[in-house]
């Protein structure tokens, strides 16, 4: 099977029916893609597929053939992606293991809803789970991605 990751061609000889998480870290070697619960419950393992969030422990490798998929090591290529540089600022990551899916998560709420309701962030984080409890740190991330300067965080339609 073949498919791009990070913007290079890979191809992989892997079962059809394994996970793409197996074949991004113990293929691949890309640390930052976490297995968390193996169930797509947690978020830990979200990966961007042709732009769209998915959680890679439960998605085949072959569902990938012949698309995009994007990592956290794969935002940026000299400048960090400014949800990254929010992470930072807010300190939002304390154990840092839930911390790639929400950024994975955010990156794909702003590049296909630039002015999300806030209802709309809610919904994006919905399906993702911080063990060590930085939940209000990730919600100061948020205010800051939609601050005024970026179009803000709207309430209502």
């Known amino acids: ?33 976490k297995y968390g619960c193996g169930t797509g419950h947690c978020g830990a393992c979200t990966v961007l597929v042709d732009g769209r969030p998915e959680n890679s422990c439960e998605f085949l490798v072959s569902l990938v053939e012949g698309c995009r998929v994007t990592t956290l ?37 702003l590049d296909t809803t630039p002015r999300p309701l806030i209802a709309e962030v809610h919904s994006a984080l919905d399906r993702h789970l911080c063990r060590c409890g930085s939940h209000s740190r990730v919600l100061k991330v948020v205010d800051r991605l939609f601050s005024a300067e970026l179009g803000g965080v709207t309430t209502s339609s």
């Open 1 to 33: 099977m073949q498919f791009v990751v990070n913007n290079e061609e890979v191809t992989t000889n892997a079962a059809e029916s394994t996970p793409l998480l197996y074949v991004l870290r113990n293929e691949l070697g890309l640390r930052a893609v």
């Open 73 to 109: 090591e794969g935002l940026s290529n000299v400048e960090l992606h400014p949800v990254q540089q929010a992470f930072i600022e807010e300190q939002a990551a304390q154990c840092g293991y839930c911390t790639t899916g929400l950024i994975m998560r955010l990156v794909s709420l």
